[in-house]
């Protein structure tokens, strides 16, 4: 082989290795919804966009206009760049990352039936997603629709009392320091039960 013929060689190469593998933008809308805790319903309120439209989405079925990225980026309060950003490669050196929220420095993100404060918003690709919650919800009835997500779940009562409905399991109620693990593909739903609003602690992973 000529030392031309070896040139082209390496630069086919390099260009291959160069080539940026396509963004599952579905997959992405899927991973910001539910880092959120949104159900397809509440992301459907959020953004103005239909259920089926959403689920289509995310099932890669149909692919988002300009206008429909633009509701879905009013509508998650996300910024352009974050529904387009590409997942990290995975490093075989140890991370050393690291992220501090300060007391009340959260994100909020409310919801009919929830207020959230997102913790450690500030780390992409977590492994879990840490989150405080005031529960404002007071019967099953507040609640469209059964809860569902991929991962699993860890609650924590923080403050005042909490009924956790799971669809396999009777209710139950969770006051100061009690605590709950559950599968997320299981329907679920929390509601206060206590005078004041309870206060959870939440991770989702």
């Known amino acids: 082989m000529s030392n031309d013929d070896q040139k082209g060689k ?22 910001i919804r539910l880092s959120q805790n949104l159900t397809l319903e509440q992301a459907s309120q959020l953004t103005g966009l239909a259920r089926s439209t959403l689920s289509k989405i995310e099932n890669e079925q149909i692919s988002p206009t300009f206008a429909v ?3 879905l980026v009013a509508g998650l309060k996300i910024d352009i760049p974050q529904l387009f950003e590409s997942p990290t490669k995975k ?22 039936t929830y ?17 405080r919650t005031k529960v ?8 469209s629709d059964w809860i569902r997500h991929d991962g699993e779940e860890f609650l924590y009562v923080l403050a005042g009392q909490v009924r956790l409905f799971t669809e396999f399991y009777a209710p139950v109620d969770l006051k100061v320091g009690d605590s709950a693990y559950y599968d997320c593909d299981m329907g679920h739903m929390v509601i206060s039960v206590s005078e004041e609003d309870a206060e959870i602690l ?3 992973a």
């Open 136 to 143: 404002c919800a007071r019967s099953f009835e507040d609640y």
């Open 115 to 131: 207020e959230h404060e997102l913790l450690a918003n500030q780390l992409s690709n977590k492994k879990m997603i840490p989150y």
């Open 10 to 31: 390496v630069l086919k190469l390099s260009k291959r290795e160069a080539a940026v593998t396509p963004m599952d933008l579905g997959h992405r809308v899927k991973q």
């Open 69 to 71: 990225v633009q509701k």
């Open 202 to 204: 939440w991770v989702t």
């Open 91 to 112: 490093k075989n050196s140890p991370s050393g990352r690291r992220d501090i929220t300060l007391a009340g420095q959260g994100l909020p993100h409310p919801t009919p």
